[in-house]
């Protein structure tokens, strides 16, 4: 698990997508788009209860820790390096989430939606092989 941050208007309106992704596969597994609460990531938690996850991997921010199981909670930069891609992949290819752009959203809503479009679109699509 893990989160990145973006803005909406002005880097003072701080908008987050927190996501989960499995760390065999690096497929992501839910996904939300919230301010930098707890409340978003006891929603994202309660997203992943049907997948009976035996074991988080994130960094060390503090909600983690309160949130999290620590028998299931493991801390530690090197197994979130996928996600951290995954972080570098979405900044290349939805501008509105590079640091220095001019392409930035007005509203939450149209923010939200452009994310989740392309979330949805990109890992939750069917790929033919």
């Known amino acids: 698990m893990d989160e990145m941050w973006s ?4 880097k003072k309106q701080q908008r987050w997508l927190w996501h989960a992704i499995d760390h065999v596969t690096g497929s992501v597994l839910a996904y939300v788009l919230a301010p930098h609460k707890d409340e978003a990531l006891v929603k994202l938690v309660n997203l992943l209860k049907p997948f009976g996850i035996k074991r988080f991997f994130t960094d060390a921010w503090g909600a983690y820790e309160s949130i999290l199981d620590p ?3 493991l801390i530690g930069k090197k197994n979130t390096q996928k996600i951290e891609r995954k972080h570098l992949t979405l900044r290349t ?3 509105r989430l590079a640091r220095k752009t001019i ?3 007005k509203s939450i809503v149209m923010h939200d939606i452009v994310i989740g479009l392309f979330i949805n679109t990109y ?3 069917f790929q033919p092989h």
């Open 7 to 10: 803005f909406v208007g002005s």
């Open 71 to 73: 028998h299931t909670h």
């Open 93 to 95: 290819r939805i501008k």
């Open 103 to 105: 392409c930035f959203s």
């Open 123 to 125: 890992e939750f699509s």
